[in-house]
């Protein structure tokens, strides 16, 4: 089965920089889009970026110029790097994958904690 596993977070300082890691693996044939998304305490999930196979990308307005996505197709791999982060940052960041268009073969990691404090 489809698996997806991000790693990465962490506690960082204002001001600071972390990049996370998103791995797909079993029966994949191709990924059609990528994804970042994230939930702070007592809100709903946000999404964040994505980014499809051939290269677009799009992001939240509040994260664009410090956060970039970024894919490495042969590995299944999406990376999220994020620069002069916040204290509102602080949140769960999952990763989504779909497998088509039509986004209706879509699979969510277990997500990883970021914490920005001082």
């Known amino acids: 089965q489809v698996r997806v596993v991000e790693s990465g977070g962490g506690l960082v300082q204002p001001g600071g920089s972390l990049t996370l890691s998103c791995v797909a693996s079993?029966?994949?044939?191709?990924?059609?889009?990528m994804g970042w998304y994230r939930q702070a305490p007592g809100k709903e999930r946000d999404f964040l970026a994505s980014?499809?196979?051939?290269?677009?990308?799009k992001y939240r307005d509040s994260v664009k110029g410090r956060f970039t996505i970024a894919r490495v197709d042969a590995e299944n791999t999406a990376y999220l790097h994020m620069n002069n982060l916040k204290l509102e940052d602080t949140a769960i960041y999952y990763c989504?994958?779909?497998?088509?268009?039509?986004?209706?073969?879509?699979?969510w990691g277990q997500g990883t904690q970021v914490t920005v404090s001082s």
């Open positions: 079993g029966p994949i044939f191709r990924i059609h889009t």
């Open positions: 989504r994958i779909s497998l088509n268009p039509q986004d209706d073969d879509a699979y």
């Open positions: 980014i499809t196979g051939g290269g677009l990308a």
